[in-house]
């Protein structure tokens, strides 16, 4: 991952390599692998996460088509 540093100006490109990383999923990842997770907690975990991503997209769908 890359952040090109302009006029000296370190803040922004901080700023700009903490956006990258929260959108590819860095911070979660380090978070999750604080901790050993045993399989069968990571695929209720999973399971979960699932879910709650297919009751959101139905959620907006539904909001969409004004029901």
């Known amino acids: 991952m890359q952040v090109h540093v302009r006029d000296n100006n ?3 490109a901080l ?3 903490k ?3 929260q959108r590819e999923g860095v911070f979660r990842e ?4 604080r901790h ?10 999973e399971r979960a996460e699932a879910v ?5 997209l139905e959620r907006k769908r539904r ?3 004004g029901f």
Do not use: F, G, I, T
Request: hydrophobic content about 25%; overall charge positive.
């Open 10 to 12: 370190v803040d922004q």
């Open 15 to 17: 700023r700009a390599l």
């Open 19 to 21: 956006k990258k990383m």
């Open 30 to 33: 380090m978070k999750l692998r």
């Open 36 to 45: 050993y997770e045993k399989p069968s907690e990571r695929r209720a975990r």
């Open 52 to 56: 709650r991503r297919l009751r959101k």
């Open 63 to 65: 909001e969409r088509e």
